[in-house]
Nanobody, 115 residues
Framework: QVQLVESGGGLVQPGGSLRLSCAAS????????MGWYRQAPGKERELVAT???????NYADSVKGRFTFSRDKAKNTVYLQMNSLKPEDTAVYYC?????????WGQGTQVTVSS
C-alpha cells in the first residue's frame, strides 16, 4: 500500500508564500503522474498541478505563474511552491499519485489565506 504524507500547510496573509511537501512511501518515478488537488468548502475537488514521471508539468490557469511543482527523486518527495497567495487559494490541498492500475491520495493539508 502506498502512503502519501503531505505537510507544509498553514495560515498565511494574502501575497505570502507557502511550500507544500508530499512524501511517498516508494519511488515517485513509479507513478505515471503525481498531482496536487484542492478542495474549498462547498466546492468540488479541483486540479492544481501535475507532473509526469518524465518531469513535464501542467498547471491550472488560476495558479499559472504563481505556483511551481517540483520534485526530489532521492527523497521520493514532491513539492508545491505557492507564491502570491490569494484568499481564493484557501482550501485543503491533496497530493495524488496515479498509475494505470491504482490511484493514491494523501490525507490533505489545510491552506488558509487571510489577513
Amino acid at each position: 500500500q502506498v502512503q502519501l504524507v503531505e505537510s507544509g500547510g498553514g495560515l498565511v496573509q494574502p501575497g505570502g508564500s507557502l511550500r507544500l511537501s508530499c512524501a511517498a512511501s516508494r519511488s515517485i518515478l513509479s507513478f505515471n503522474t503525481m498531482g496536487w488537488y484542492r478542495q474549498a468548502p462547498g466546492k468540488e475537488r479541483e486540479l492544481v498541478a501535475t507532473i509526469t514521471s518524465g518531469g513535464s508539468t501542467n498547471y491550472a490557469d488560476s495558479v499559472k505563474g504563481r505556483f511551481t511543482f517540483s520534485r526530489d527523486k532521492a527523497k521520493n518527495t514532491v513539492y508545491l511552491q505557492m507564491n502570491s497567495l490569494k484568499p481564493e487559494d484557501t482550501a485543503v490541498y491533496y497530493c495524488n499519485a496515479y498509475t494505470f492500475i491504482a490511484d493514491y491520495w494523501g490525507q490533505g493539508t489545510q491552506v488558509t489565506v487571510s489577513s
